[in-house]
């Protein structure tokens, strides 16, 4: 019953430091989201895919690539970090149209 | 652009009373609301939506939520709140994407505290 997936769930990194982090969903979902989450702003959405090799940018997506390689998985990197960036980010995933997204357990990120 | 306000940043309530939290929406398109639960160190998960149909909604854990067009808004009730719903509600406003996907803008969030 894993739902979705991510890791790492923790992590710290220099300024400058690149990072990938992985997502990965189990439900068959067509659709994964990338969000961040800051104090007193609520979730931000960074980038999105409506399927394997697709990619489409969200609200906040500077400083963020991603790619879809696989249905099941979908990755965001951090080429060069910098301390904006420090954040709590959660993946989703859902089926097309109005479907609930389900979340993964987030991934806090620290960049000093 | 859509949007959404959460009035109140916290909320304290004793337990077993009732407590309502306020969502605000603002939206030029068909609306479809959602309210999402978030543990401490866990990700969202989804209480109730509303799509379309009737304008009382009833969600998981005993929580209800009433859409009210005229008003603009999407208050989230319980009659009696327990120790364990002590956690942040996040109110959300959906769209359809061009090209798919459904985008959802989160309020800034509620932090319920139940005490004894």
């Known amino acids: 019953n894993a739902g979705v997936t991510q890791t790492p769930k923790f992590r710290v990194l220099k300024t400058g430091q690149s990072m990938t982090l992985l997502c990965a969903q189990d439900?068959?979902?067509?659709?994964m989201y990338w969000y961040r989450q800051d104090p007193g702003m609520g979730l931000r959405l960074i980038h999105y895919s409506v399927g394997e090799g697709t990619t489409a940018k969200g609200e906040v997506p500077d400083g963020y690539n991603v790619s879809r390689l696989k249905k099941q998985n979908f990755l965001l990197g951090l080429e060069s970090a910098a301390p904006s960036q420090t954040s709590v980010y959660f993946c989703?995933?859902?089926?097309?149209?109005?479907?609930?997204?389900?979340f993964g357990d987030g991934t806090r990120l620290s960049i000093l | 652009a859509q949007s959404v306000t959460q009035l109140d940043s916290q909320v304290p309530v004793f337990e077993e009373a009732p407590v309502e939290l306020r969502c605000n929406y603002s939206s030029s398109v068909s609306v479809y609301l959602f309210w999402y639960v978030q543990y401490p160190n866990q990700g969202l998960q989804l209480l109730l939506k509303?799509?379309?149909?009737?304008?009382l909604v009833k969600g998981i854990n005993g929580f209800e939520a009433e859409f009210n067009k005229s008003q603009t808004s999407f208050h989230l009730r319980k009659p009696s709140v327990h120790i364990s719903d002590t956690a942040e509600y996040f109110c959300?406003?959906?769209?359809?994407?061009?090209?798919?996907?459904?985008?959802?803008?989160f309020g800034t969030g509620t932090q319920l505290k139940v005490e004894l």
């Open positions: 989703a995933s859902s089926f097309p149209g109005l479907s609930p997204q389900h």
């Open positions: 509303y799509l379309s149909g009737s304008t």
């Open positions: 959300a406003v959906s769209e359809i994407l061009t090209g798919g996907g459904n985008k959802l803008t």
């Open positions: 439900m068959n979902h067509e659709y």
